[in-house]
């Protein structure tokens, strides 16, 4: 008996402690031959034997069954005096092992025949199933010190790609990646800012064309030999269509509402041209989406693959000959339909404003008629388009409105000596204004040597018809390649303003695609549209300089003019943009 009692603990210790007071070293598993006098005398000795992975998986399988065959059969064992371990029995108690103290080491007595295996429980349930071994034993590898260690490292690596992943989307190192210019580019019209052009006259050309031809046009598709024969023999190309947009990475477009000077009646063309843009919204509504303000534009840029589609007037003789209110009135329809900006005169006066072409030296740039149409158009909230204007009728429109306005397509004058172009005191203004100079990208208006050559043919060659001089500069452009117009020249212009006002908040893009006849190298077609970009980056532009002139400055004056047109009703207490004269149907017998 005395010897059984120093055997087992007394009854109260079979209760395990609230929190163990030390951690003892498991045993691994003893030798199941009685013959393995080797590790009985190590045992025996006194000296810790340490718990490792592989001496668990000599005697342990998922199985079930102990390594040398067998089932194992467990009855409950009372804790040690430590409390937190438990111990695999194959019988009864006499063929318990026995862990206790003694100093400060480790001893235990093997019986025979007997293999013993310890495991650390979940609770002081002792195993039952195969189940509960395969639990402990996950149990021990997600907790072996080995293992958090490498999952560690592992989530460390997972979160510093990640991080890395979303600095690069935001462009954060992009920078220092050797990027491809024209790629950089691409990325910064889908990711960053829509790529916005100011100025196309498309629908123009579309319809002229489709009226020729006697059917509508597939502007999915490249033109037909007929087609492209049309257009040759009137000295013209076809600069624009769907596929050719994608290509450009083109995401905003204004269309340009134009009727000729010498239209008969331009009120009714202009409304003509209206109806054509929204013919092919309507044709095309999978690849075009109509916008009107600044905000949408960023919404379906952002959440949608159309191309964002708005109009701008080209003249104000498409207002007409009336009195004041008659010419509001055509101004107002226009704003319903859909035009957000007006350039005041095209080549030709107005009987209240002064082309760029004008020789009339008494008139003034802008009559007092001419001052209260631009503070209508602030009013309403359309942008006011200073390109075609006389100088004179830029500085006094840059004088007395209130909203920043803009060139919706004119490049510089100490570049290129075109009358269409702005002198350095303008471009002065447009900044101090926070305007913005949407640069054009005809070869007339970029190339002086182009703009003398062209001057030169149409002086020379008076009883030709037009188209047939245009077919001589052309001939002439193909004779002397060097002396084209070119991409880089455009850069230049572009180079002009950043270095003469300080920075790129007040530059843009109005290529002037489909209304012109000739194009630099490097830019013939709205697929090159985004090669614009590549060239600046080549010179060193910045990202955030390159998003300004791609949309960001554009849509930031428009946003301007929308607020400024909010605050001018708040004070006159209107709230409609076009109930100021209670208008209620402006049809086309009222203008």
Known sequence: MSSRSSRHPPEEDL???????RTETLLPPQPTSAGSNTNASSSSSGQPLSLNFRSIMRNFDFGGREHGGGVREHNQQAPSNHGDQFFDNSANHDNSIDVHDDDDSMSAAAPQNAT????????????SSSLSKSIQLLMYILTSSYTILLCCVFLFFVCVAYIATILVLNGKLRDNLPVDVYERAQYMARFKVPLLDTHNDWPNRVDRLERMLGYELDLRREMNETERGIYEALGEDLHTDIPRMRQGELRAQFWSIFASCHAKDPVQEAIRQFETVYQLLERYNDEMVYASKAEDVWNYYLKDN?????????????????????????????????????????SC?????KNHESTNATKPGLTKLGERIVREMNRMG???????????????VLDISEAPIIFSHSSVWELCHSTRNLPNDIIDLVAQKHGVIMINYFSLYISEPSRVKFAEIFAEHTELPYTERIKLFQQWEEANPDKRATIQMVCDHIDYIRQRTGNTKNIGIGADYDGVMSLPV???DVSKHYHLGAEL???????????????????SVMKEV????????ERSGTQNRVEQYGIEDLGKAEL
């Open 349 to 353: 006066d107005t009987h209240w404003a």
């Open 116 to 127: 013993h295996t310890p495991l650390l429980l979940l609770s002081n349930t002792p195993p």
């Open 522 to 524: 490097g830019l013939e």
């Open 15 to 21: 209760l395990p402690p609230a929190l163990p007071q």
């Open 382 to 396: 359309m942008m006011v388009d200073l390109a075609h204007t006389h100088p004179d009728t830029m500085r006094q």
């Open 306 to 346: 159309r191309i964002v589609s708005l109009m701008g007037v080209e003249g104000g003789h498409m207002l007409g000959l009336g009195d004041y209110h008659q010419i509001v009135r055509v101004l107002q329809t226009f704003y319903r339909l859909g035009a957000r900006y007006m350039t005041l005169t095209h």
């Open 562 to 569: 929308e607020n400024v047109a909010e605050r001018m009703r």
């Open 537 to 555: 980056y080549k010179r060193g532009y910045s990202d955030d300089e390159i998003r300004d002139i791609f949309g960001g400055n554009l849509l």
